[in-house]
């Protein structure tokens, strides 16, 4: 029988158009009055338990929570950054519940012994399961909590929310992080910011925890283990975000027009999200170099491989510019944009975000009329000293107690439940 989709069913009992936005409100709600008929329900059962039980109900927990640990990954790309994370609790034997909306996430294929899985579906109907979920501590890279479909759940002690790129904490959409307990944070740099929202919002101030990066951690033991690169030939990694201002779609051959023709490997690498998004560009890109041996493309789930093939990368605002810098420390060109900060947090924030700071002391920065000497620039990016001196800066801010995160996640997870629970 096919999961119940609450939402499908409504439309099937009211068959009218609904805007999107309206409808994820109208969903909002519908969670919210089923929430607290829930756990009415649940408390007029336990107290009956009670009366029959001469006043003693056995639970799991001291809190009566279903589970201890939560995990929570809304994709199968997730399962890098959480991995450490994961063996901390299974070297400790302690039990993890893992919850994925992805039914091919690579924890279904590892060998835990106190790790609970469980595949949670996409969209709503997770966030059905998450609303409803009983547990003393939820860690999640999801956010906006209590923003939109996502709920807090009356049955969860604590939420928790890690960072998955060690750029600005105010790159997310309005509200994104307004409402966590904590936030674990990739340098401390990124709390800064979060104390002046709580102040301009008239929030109560979060736990801010620094520890590190765990998905760096991760790929820098898997980047040891790889082939040696193969140094007879310079190779160029283009890997951009996605979206209207990104940089294959507002420039495209442009840039690429004088790569293809050079002496450079190519290794074009295009965000996951503009296989969905973007489908007609990415297609219409791969066929006019279809015949370009030079010219590879990379679709894998994990970008390690292309990262450590590259001499130089070329992007935009995407966060994997210092995912290069910090494990490969070698030299990245940016193409400038305007970054629209309407939509996010940023906006809210009158200083410029330190991520572009950033990148303009260890990047070059490369505009349209530049294309045409693409490769007058590449040879001269090589081997610079300040650029050099700029990317071990901004790598010892954003990337602090490295391969100490998932041990020091662990860690507050742990204590933050016992100081819960006493």
Not at 182 to 188: D, P, R
Not at 254 to 278: C, V
Not at 392 to 413: I, L
Request: with cysteine.
């Amino acid at each position: 029988m096919p999961a119940f989709d609450l939402r499908r069913s409504f439309m099937t009992l009211f068959p009218l158009y609904i805007d999107p936005g309206i409808g994820s409100m109208l969903f909002s709600v519908i969670i919210g009055l089923l929430a607290t008929v829930f756990f009415a329900f649940q408390a007029i059962f336990i107290n009956v338990k009670r009366l029959f039980k001469g006043g003693m109900v056995k639970t799991d927990a001291k809190s009566g929570a279903k589970n201890k640990y939560v995990i929570y990954a809304e994709d199968k790309r997730y399962y890098t950054l959480f991995k450490p994370i994961i063996e901390e609790f299974e070297s400790h034997k302690i039990e993890l519940l893992y919850l994925t909306s992805s039914k091919d996430d690579p924890v279904f294929d590892a060998d835990y012994k106190y790790i609970k899985t469980e595949f949670i579906g996409e969209g709503n109907r997770a966030f059905a399961r998450l609303n409803f979920l009983s547990a003393d501590f939820v860690l999640a890279t999801t956010p906006a909590l209590d923003v939109y479909q996502w709920k807090r759940s009356k049955r969860v002690k604590h939420y928790s929310h890690i960072f998955h790129a060690t750029t600005d904490a105010t790159t997310y959409r309005l509200f994104g992080l307004d409402y966590f307990d904590s936030i674990l944070l990739t340098g401390e740099y990124q709390g800064n910011d979060i104390r002046i929202l709580e102040k301009m919002r008239g929030l109560p101030e979060k736990q801010l925890v620094t520890v590190g990066c765990s998905y760096l951690d991760e790929y820098a033991k898997k980047i040891k283990l790889l082939p040696a690169k193969d140094t007879s030939v310079f190779t160029v990694l283009v890997s951009p975000s996605w979206g209207a201002s990104a940089l294959l779609s507002l420039y495209g051959e442009k840039l690429l027009d004088p790569l293809a023709s050079s002496n450079f490997k190519i290794i074009i690498r295009p965000h996951p999200q503009s296989k969905t998004s973007e489908k007609e560009m990415l297609e219409y890109i791969q066929n006019r170099y279809k015949e370009h041996k030079n010219i590879e493309w990379d679709f894998e789930r994990e970008n390690i491989s292309s990262l450590s093939k590259a001499d130089i990368m070329i992007s935009d605002f995407s966060g994997i510019i210092f995912d290069y810098m910090f494990l490969c420390d070698k030299p990245v060109l940016y193409v400038n944009h305007d970054y629209d900060r309407r939509p996010y947090d940023a906006d809210d924030i009158d200083h410029e975000l330190w991520q572009f700071i950033s990148i303009k002391k260890a990047g070059i920065e490369l505009e349209e009329k530049d294309f045409p000497k693409i490769v007058q620039i590449i040879n001269n990016a090589k081997g610079s000293e300040s650029l050099s001196i700029a990317r071990k800066n901004a790598r010892e801010t954003a990337w602090q107690y490295p391969g100490e995160a998932g041990k020091r996640t662990f860690n507050f997870m742990i204590e933050t439940v016992r100081r819960h629970n006493d």
